[in-house]
């Protein structure tokens, strides 16, 4: 065999692999790397947390600004509250519906009776039904709608430790606060206090469910309170078929 033949087909193999220039729109192992402009990096700016007023990140430090921000922003405005409350010796439900504050329906089932009210803006009438009787006065009074429970929930709030959690309520961002307690922080005469409110930013109270056993002279009441606002600024009021039938002098 003639090796030097050989040698010089060799040599000529690894010379080409060596000097390989790329085609077109490749970078040869002459030519230079292009330089890279560096792009600023946009800062992300986190938006601010806005707790209800008198709430921290585990606790509520102002229970009063809480319920006054409450009313502040419910003040006005057209709503849907259902009540309900149950104790030991029975359960009662309470339905409001309020257009504005004096023209509104309520409507309350209680143990052996029912009572409605309905305001037209200039006066009151009233049906209470207890058994088979049936009452129908009527006052130009047009006192406005409150509800016991939802006053109570100043009292309820008041938390030196609670959880508070972010949810959404339609799309919105509202704060959850859930806690139990063997003794309620505040009303020592509340025990085994379980505890659940769904709040806004601007510190309206969504809904509440508080259960509890309530002690007085060592008799001891299991209680479960709860209410929970819906159609807000989209209630409106009808007047009722009795109101025309019963009233029918008044409403002409």
Known sequence: MDWRGVAVVLAVVVAGCGSYVGGPGEQGADTPAPTLTPVPV???????????????????????????????????????????????????ERLFRVETPTRYYRHDLLPGRNFTRYADGERVYVRTTIGDNELFPSSDDVDRPTAHTVRLSKAFLQLDEVRVAKTLVDGELHYELTGSYPVHPAVDSLQDVRLRAVLGPQGFVRSLN???????????????????????????????????????????
């Open 210 to 252: 508080a259960s509890y056993v309530a002690v007085s002279a060592g008799s001891r009441t299991n209680v479960t309170r709860s209410f929970a606002y819906t159609d807000v600024d989209s209630t409106t009021v009808e007047r009722p078929a009795w109101v025309d039938r019963e009233f029918n002098e008044t409403a002409e």
């Open 42 to 92: 946009p800062e992300v700016t986190e938006t601010p947390v806005t707790l209800p007023p008198g709430v921290t990140g585990d606790r509520v430090t102002d229970a009063t600004a809480l319920y006054e921000a409450h009313t502040d922003y419910i003040e006005g405005r057209s709503y849907t509250l259902h009540v309900s409350v149950d104790v030991d010796s029975g359960s009662s």
